[in-house]
C-alpha cells in the first residue's frame, strides 16, 4: 500500500478527506461542499472506520464521477485517479462559488459536509463578492422627488463632461439607473445623487473623532459626516485639516509652502477607498477616522474577500461606485491605491502607513511627517535661541515631537534623573516657553509659540 495512503487512512476522515465504500450519486454533494471550502478527496473504496474494500477501477467510474461534477451548478473540476484498489477523487477549491449540486448547497465543515442554510449561502455570496450591494436596486428612491440635480451637475464638472444629453439618459449611461417604465435607481446611484442619501442609506455617515490622548478616551472633536460619496470625501478632509497641523516654509517665492503634519495625500487615498470598498451591507458600523496625538487610523467596516492579498489590490467589491470615482480622476481604475499611499508617504518623509486587516474590519494607520517634525524642531530652536541649555532643549525638541511624553520617557531619553528633567521643564516654565494644560494625568504639554 502506499504509503502516503496508508498514513491518510490512519488519520481518518477530516476537513480536506472523506471516505467511501462504493460510488453512488450523493458523491455530488461531497464534491460541492469540498468546492465551496478548501477542497479536498473522496477516496473510494474505503469504510467510514479507514478499512480498504477495495473498487475497480474503470472507465465508466471516471464517467460518472465527472458526470456528478459536471451537473453541478456551476460545474466543478476534478481529476479522478487511482491507488491501487482505491479511487481517489481530487476536487480544487472553487474559484466561482457558491456551488449547488441538485440536492442543494452544502459546505465542508470538519469531517462533515452540512446542508447550507439560506444566511450562510448569503454571506458565502458577499465574501466573494456575488452579491454587489452598489447594484441592486432601491425601490424606495423615487425619481425625480428624490434626485439632486446639483450633485449630478457637480459630478459632470469633475468628470469633465459636458451636459449634452437629458438626464435620464446620463444616469443610464452611468449604469446607476435602469428604465422600463419608470426609472429606477440602483445603490450607487443613491450614494452619488441623493437629495437625502442618509434618508436610504443611513450606515453610509462617516464618523471622525479626534482624541487628546494615545488611548482614545478624551474627545476633543467630533462629527458625523453627511452627504454624497464626493461630498464625504471632502468634508473627512476638511476634518483632518482642521485637527492636524501644519508649519509654514518661506522660499522666496510669492506663496510659502505648507509642511503638514500628516501625509494629507495618502490619508485621501485611504478615505476614498474606504467609501469605495466597504460592506455597505453592514448596516451596524459606520466608517471611522479617529486622530490620536501620534497616529491617524482609519477604520473600514468589510467582508474580507477571499484570496485577498495585502498590496495586490486589484479589488472591487463595489464596481459601479469604483467606476464612477474613476471617471472623477479620484481613483486608479487599476487598482494601485497602495502603492501610490507609499509614494504619498515617501514625498513628505513620512513612515510608511501600518495595516491590520482580518475577517471583519480593515484598518490603516499613518504617521507623522519627518518633514513637519524637523521644521518644528527647527522653528523651535529659532525661538529659543541662547534663552535655554542643552538640556531644556532636547526637551522643547522631544515634547513637540509628542506633546503627552511622560517624565519617565524624557529622563530614558535624555540619560538623566527624572528630578533633573522636572527642574528643567521648571525653568522652562518660567521662561514661557512651556506650559502643561490639564491635569498631570490626563493633560499634556504645549509649546508655547
Same mark, same amino acid.
Given at each position: ?65 465527472? %458526470? ?210 466597504? %460592506? ?42 469604483? %467606476? ?54 527647527e522653528k523651535v530652536g529659532e525661538k529659543v535661541g541662547e534663552k535655554v541649555g542643552e ?59
Amino acid at each position: 500500500m502506499n504509503k502516503e495512503l496508508k498514513f491518510i487512512l490512519q488519520e481518518g476522515e477530516g476537513l480536506k478527506i472523506e471516505f467511501k465504500e462504493r460510488f453512488n450519486k450523493f458523491i455530488g454533494k461531497e464534491i460541492v461542499a469540498f468546492a465551496n471550502a478548501v477542497g479536498g478527496k473522496i477516496f473510494l473504496g474505503v469504510s467510514d472506520e479507514g478499512k480498504v474494500k477495495g473498487i475497480k477501477m474503470t472507465n465508466k467510474l471516471k464517467s460518472q464521477v465527472q %458526470d456528478l461534477a459536471n451537473i453541478c451548478d456551476p460545474a466543478v473540476k476534478v481529476d479522478v485517479e487511482s491507488f491501487g484498489n482505491v479511487a481517489v477523487v481530487k476536487i480544487e477549491e472553487g474559484k466561482d462559488k457558491p456551488y449547488k449540486c441538485p440536492s442543494g448547497f452544502y459546505l465542508r465543515q470538519g469531517a462533515n459536509s452540512q446542508k447550507m442554510t439560506r444566511d450562510e449561502i448569503i454571506n458565502l455570496s458577499l465574501k466573494v463578492g456575488k452579491i454587489k450591494f452598489d447594484e441592486q436596486i432601491n425601490n424606495r428612491f423615487v425619481y425625480p422627488d428624490d434626485f439632486d440635480e446639483s450633485k449630478l451637475e457637480h459630478y459632470l464638472n469633475l468628470a469633465k463632461v459636458s451636459k449634452i444629453i437629458p438626464n435620464e439618459k446620463i444616469l443610464i449611461d452611468l449604469n446607476v439607473a435602469e428604465k422600463n417604465q419608470i426609472l429606477k435607481f440602483n445603490n450607487a446611484g443613491v450614494l452619488f445623487f441623493a437629495r437625502k442619501l442618509q434618508k436610504f442609506i443611513s450606515h453610509s455617515v462617516f464618523t471622525c473623532v479626534s482624541f487628546k490622548d494615545k488611548k482614545g478616551s478624551d474627545i476633543i472633536d467630533r462629527q458625523e459626516v453627511e452627504g454624497n460619496l464626493i461630498e464625504i470625501i471632502e468634508e473627512v478632509m476638511k476634518f483632518v485639516v482642521k485637527n492636524t497641523r501644519v508649519a509654514y516654509k518661506f522660499t522666496g517665492k510669492p506663496q510659502r509652502e505648507n509642511i503638514y503634519e500628516y501625509p494629507l495625500e495618502a490619508i485621501r487615498e485611504a478615505v476614498i477607498n474606504s467609501v469605495t470598498h466597504r %460592506d455597505y451591507f453592514e448596516e451596524g458600523h459606520n466608517n471611522l477616522l479617529k486622530i490620536f496625538p501620534d497616529r491617524i487610523s482609519l477604520v473600514n467596516v468589510w467582508i474580507k474577500p477571499e484570496r485577498f492579498k495585502v498590496g495586490e489590490d486589484v479589488f472591487r467589491r463595489n464596481k459601479i461606485i469604483a %467606476d464612477l470615482l474613476s471617471r472623477t480622476g479620484l481613483i486608479e481604475k487599476v487598482g494601485s491605491g497602495f502603492a501610490r499611499m507609499e509614494n504619498y508617504c515617501r514625498e513628505v518623509n513620512a513612515p510608511l502607513f501600518k495595516l491590520d486587516v482580518n475577517e471583519k474590519y480593515f484598518r490603516i494607520e499613518f504617521f507623522k511627517s519627518r518633514n513637519y517634525l524637523d521644521m518644528v524642531t527647527e522653528k523651535v530652536g529659532e525661538k529659543v535661541g541662547e534663552k535655554v541649555g542643552e538640556n531644556e532643549a532636547k526637551i522643547l525638541n522631544l515634547i513637540s515631537r509628542n506633546n503627552n511624553v511622560t517624565y519617565t520617557e524624557l529622563a530614558n531619553k535624555l540619560g538623566i534623573t527624572e528630578k533633573s528633567i522636572y527642574m528643567n521643564i521648571e525653568k522652562l516654565k518660567q521662561k514661557g516657553l512651556v506650559k502643561r494644560i490639564g491635569s498631570a494625568r490626563g493633560g499634556h504639554w504645549e509649546v508655547v509659540k
